[in-house]
């Protein structure tokens, strides 16, 4: 399956798509909280029809992680 990238983490955070910048984090973020973060994966899971182990989720802290991470799994985001 195939989604759009910056639509997919706007809209789980509840930003504008030009927010959604590689160096953008929790802390640049507000909205970005601990409970949107695990949403925001899971939705990108689903989206993307992958998966994501612990380490990851727990790592991944910054929009430009989480496109590196799907570009690792073979998803060109």
């Known amino acids: 399956m195939s989604a759009d990238f910056e639509a997919v983490v706007a ?3 509840e930003v ?5 910048t ?3 984090t929790q802390d640049t973020l507000p909205s970005w909280t601990s409970m949107r973060h695990i949403q925001l994966v899971v939705t990108l ?3 993307f029809g992958l ?3 612990y380490g990851e989720i727990r790592d991944t802290r910054s929009v430009g992680a989480l496109r590196g991470l799907l570009r690792a799994k073979g998803v060109l985001v």
């Open 11 to 13: 809209g789980v955070l």
């Open 16 to 20: 504008a798509p030009a927010e959604v």
């Open 22 to 24: 590689d160096d953008a």
């Open 45 to 47: 899971e689903e989206a």
């Open 51 to 53: 998966a994501f182990d």
